[in-house]
């Protein structure tokens, strides 16, 4: 495949397990770039896959940063705690996704301090106040998962 696309450097597995991810990278090689769903970050990392490409992580960025750092600078405990929390966050975008579609992107941009009047490129309908309350705590616990001590 890499001699018909030598221009292609990686692929965002949208699904699957570690275990597929290694299948392709024994099919690709280990210079072709692979990035697994956010819940799977630490483990992947360890076994070889090069990041995420995660949706969710957008509105908590810093948390996603910290968990790369922890697991190349090899603080193993640091890198379970953080990517524990990953996993709720990611969780709680995951199921809100399947309910209110964009929306809940829209409300945590808007909780990011961004002035959304709408989403971009096309409108959405509003969302029950019980998810925005979950999408502003999904949000800030997040955030404080990065703190020192949390």
């Known amino acids: 495949m890499r001699e018909v696309a030598p221009r292609l450097f990686g692929a965002k597995l949208a699904m699957g397990t570690i275990d597929d991810a290694m299948e392709y990278r024994e099919a690709l090689g280990p ?5 697994v769903l956010a819940s799977s970050l630490y483990p992947g990392l360890r076994c070889g896959v090069t990041g ?8 908590a ?4 940063v910290a968990l790369v750092r922890a697991v190349e600078e090899g603080k193993d405990i640091e890198a379970g705690r953080l990517q524990e929390a990953v996993i709720r966050f990611h969780a709680v975008f995951i199921r809100l996704g399947q309910s209110c579609g964009r929306a809940a992107y829209t409300e945590g941009l808007r909780h990011m301090g961004f002035p959304l009047k709408q989403y971009p490129r096309w409108p959405i309908p509003e969302i029950p106040e019980g998810a925005k309350v979950e999408i502003r705590r999904a949000i800030d616990e ?8 949390s």
């Open 142 to 149: 997040a955030n404080a998962a990065v703190k020192p001590g």
């Open 61 to 64: 960025p810093d948390i996603g």
């Open 31 to 35: 210079d072709f770039g692979l990035f």
């Open 52 to 59: 995420t490409v995660s949706p969710p992580l957008t509105l």
